[in-house]
């Protein structure tokens, strides 16, 4: 495992219930801390970043009885399904956390053992109505009767989620919810950024202002609930998914042995935030432990305004998009159109116009800046000996010198530009400030024509080399402004970004943010573009295949 620090930014995912195969949700939840965990890496903050599943609880259990396997058998092949959909999507994270590794199993014993000797576990009479496929507890207010649209049978559901409960009756152990209502509120009062954005905290405010928690089991017995972690010491019970889950975040950062954790953040989807807000900070008061740093809550993703489902035949699957438009295709569209405290609107048709735009806007910019009409090595060796800023003063044009130098601070600023941005889950943000650069460097091009720069053969030397240098100077501030936000997008869409840095032959080692300003690197470029052993530069299409 990497050594951690407190200083060391550690974003988490949920971890997935492996019920079912993973879906565009999981995709939009990993890419969203990837792309964060790669932003902080790249800032060369020290990072640690964690995804993965989690396999325990009745709806598992359910889901492989269902499926007539094991247990064990079935969370391995989906478990790998999540892996294998975190490959396809490039996510970059540290550790792969399963419910069912051994150490989990121990930090959910550790922590269970410390949290009992604090007094805040009780065994108790639980009574009272469950969801499996929403793994929670409901109140008799949180219910309401309805009927089954299959069986015509009458049913309990829960008014918040629609989804069945079923009256239990049983001994089961407590945890002191309780006890913790005015602790929380006053730690969420000190703490307004605790939970992101602000509507998820006014929820929480209101939710511990006006009702009064409840002790909460977190035990089933085990004739009841086979597949999950005993508790320890009475094999008669089996521990409540949701207490064994949140643990996760622990057991990666190397509990109960490490001795220094750092904060997480944690992102997560609106459908489990009294979860984490609720009960997991009270979970970690209970064993004494520090806070989570924040919680990001995301929406979900609709097709067509409406909730995905098999049955209405609206179901994006993010493995056959990947397949055929490109995995990075879907990241790109899915940060551009992230908007954390709304539901995103999953649309193939707004997609393929996105990777158009961005073929259009950045594809482009390098096919015009590689077109043989310019000479990309003399326009690179000037800078070797000169700055920009003095080389465009000899070109004797304020308004030419005030854009070149807008451009060059502009696109300078861009990787603090965006920083909070990212680091915050604010993705449409950043994506939207990259895109804008585009125009304005494009722009180069349209004002200023840069091929119409013919030396003629009765030039004189002076008129030639004056033609030259603004020339040079065009090509180069357009192609290196492009090379820097290649850079900076390498973190959103990795593998577009590594193609058309290949492509532009920039040296692997010089792709870090040291080279993320204009000028930094004047080492590539050379036979950039074309196809080995041809004079034909590639299309713009053909930038983005391999
Ligand atoms: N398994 C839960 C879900 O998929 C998340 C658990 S995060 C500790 O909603």
Known sequence: MKPLTALTVYTTTPIFYVNAKPHLGHFYSMTLADVRNR???FNKRDTFFTTGTDEHGLKVQMAAQTAGVDAKMF?????SKFKDLAKLGHIDYDRFIRTTDNDHYKAVYHFWNVVNANKYIYKGKHSGWYSVSDEAFYADTDIVESTDEKTGEKIMISKETSSTVIFQSEDNYFFQLSEFQDKLLSFLKDNPDFIKPKKYYDFIINELETRTLTDLSISRLSTRLQWGIPVPNDDTQR??????ALINYLTSEGYPNATVMPRPTHLIGK???KFHCIYWPAFLMAAGLQMPKQVFVHGHWLMGGRKMSKSRGNVADPIKISNYYGTDALRLFMMKYSVLDTDGDYSEETLNTLRSEFIDKFCNLMVRSLSKNFNIERALSKLKTESLESLVKNVGDNEFSDKILFIQSSINNLKSDIDEDITNFEMHRAVQKIFNHAPLVNGLFDNYEPWAFKVKANDSEEV?????????????TALD???????????????YSALLLDRLNVDSKKRTIDYANIGSDLSYGKDAIFKK???????KLELLSQ
């Open 39 to 41: 932003w902080c890496k």
């Open 75 to 79: 969370c391995d092949n989906l478990a």
């Open 239 to 244: 521990i409540y998914v949701w207490f064994d």
């Open 271 to 273: 459908d489990i935030i």
């Open 464 to 476: 030639k080399s004056a033609k030259e240098l603004k020339q040079d100077i065009i090509i180069f």
């Open 481 to 495: 402004s492009l090379r820097v936000i290649l850079i900076i997008l390498q973190s959103i869409i990795p593998e």
């Open 533 to 539: 052993g041809s004079k034909v530069p590639l299309s």
